[in-house]
């Protein structure tokens, strides 16, 4: 998977922060969207209400759990950017259009999956280029995205375990960003594996199932 909000968001002061803000959280949104749209010709409406209510719900919740960030910092961003991509499958804010504009790429795997679906391709490339801008930003570090970010068939259970548990989409971000997710209990920050890790708790073993 091409990272395409990266090197828009990686030159913004105190990056984590801003995306914090309900203008700034918004513009980057409607700027991936964009890229989205310019590099796999889907265009997509917005509803800004239903991308408000995503956003103000997901502050909600990382603030609830923020003590935890101090644990284990990496982990901790990682998991606020699957908590946003919860919110933003929750309230589906963005709607594909039919029509399709300009060439259509040669990545043939991608295309696949954007064809699939884009809504959900939409949602997922803003957080992985979000904890990607973060990360490159105030670690120096590239995040890499895992091959199962190529598979159709992984899309395929993306959107089918989402329809039944919308928390699972961040197990499957942890997945592409080559992490170990947790299956069971995937909106809980003390469950997962790091925070266990570094807290002196072991491996958790409700991180074990898998789909």
Not at 25 to 37: I, P
Not at 145 to 166: G, V
Request: charged residues 25%; aromatic residues 12%; hydrophobic residues 45%.
């Amino acid at each position: 998977m091409k990272i395409l909000l990266k090197n828009e968001l990686v030159s913004v002061p105190d990056l984590r922060h801003r995306l914090r803000q309900l203008r700034w959280f918004r513009a980057s949104f409607r700027t991936n969207a964009k890229l989205v749209t310019e590099s796999y010709g889907v265009p997509f409406e917005i509803d800004e209400k239903k991308l408000t209510r995503a956003f103000l719900g997901w502050v909600e919740i990382i603030n609830a759990q923020k003590d935890y960030a101090g644990v284990d910092r990496k982990d901790f961003i990682v998991f606020a950017a699957g908590l946003v991509l919860c919110e933003l499958i929750r309230e589906q804010p963005a709607k594909a259009l039919p029509r399709r504009i300009g060439a259509r790429p040669a990545d043939t795997s991608m295309r696949e999956i954007v064809d699939f679906w884009p809504e959900g391709f939409l949602y997922t490339n803003f957080c992985i280029g979000a904890v990607a801008a973060v990360f490159q930003q105030e670690f120096g570090e590239t995040r890499s995205i895992d091959k199962c970010a190529d598979d159709l068939r992984t899309w395929w259970s993306y959107k089918e375990n989402i329809a039944e548990m919308p928390s699972y989409a961040i197990a499957f971000l942890d997945k592409f960003l080559g992490q170990e997710p947790n299956w069971l209990v995937p909106d809980i920050v003390s469950a997962r594996a790091a925070i266990r890790k570094a807290l002196g708790e072991g491996r958790p073993s409700e991180a074990l199932g898998g789909l």
